[in-house]
């Protein structure tokens, strides 16, 4: 249930955000969510709507953009897009160590695609 943490982490700030700006009703929250945090987008947005349930925040959209993971390489210093080895079968591709798409030494960091983080969030003011 890593989705469903995140949902309820989600829901918690709009709230609080919500408390704090006299706001009626959230209509939308926008999310970024690196691609190494390993949340499903389908999955998130069906907790999201759960953890939601009886808060200012239940009806509002989950919108999730996936950022891209990114890597540098300690062998050749690139750093960039992490890539999928196609010699690795997709079920365990994203837990395998990211060689460099540059060079394909696995001497790589990841530097990037980690983040989960609220870029904006959506709502209805009470204007009196």
Known sequence: MHEFSA????????VET???????????VNVDVGEFTFLIPEQLIFNFEI???NTVVE????????????????????????????DVPSQIAAFS?????????SATAIV?????????????VNSS
């Open 7 to 14: 949902a309820l982490s989600i829901v918690e700030t709009a």
């Open 18 to 28: 919500a408390k704090q700006n006299n706001v009626v009703r959230v209509t939308a």
């Open 51 to 53: 953890a939601s349930k």
């Open 59 to 86: 009806g509002a959209e989950l919108r999730v953009t996936k950022t891209k993971g990114k890597l540098k390489c300690s062998d050749c210093n690139y750093e960039g897009d992490s890539e999928v080895d196609p």
């Open 97 to 105: 160590p990211m060689k460099c798409p540059n060079c394909g030494s």
């Open 112 to 124: 990037g695609g980690k983040e989960f983080i609220i870029t904006n969030i959506l709502a209805e």
